[in-house]
């Protein structure tokens, strides 16, 4: 009896885990944020600790930006290879 080839699967191209990339630009948005707001100079009215997270929320929110079109960019290059 002869032996059939093995089977070779296609190679599917590998997408990016958008939650992960989503989360991470958040996180990491947050941090550059407070830290950019905590060594700056006080303003008047507002408290370090509510300019930070006020500083560090836009930070989130354009660090999740960011990243959810870098996840994009990426994926459409895996898809386009293949």
Known sequence: ???S???VRPERPRIP???RFLITGAVLGFVIGAVVSLRGEGVQGYSETTG???IGALGALLGTGLAGVLGILLDRSGRDRS
């Open 52 to 54: 930070a997270l006020y």
């Open 17 to 19: 885990n958008f939650k």
């Open 5 to 7: 080839p093995p089977r």
């Open 1 to 3: 009896m002869s032996q």
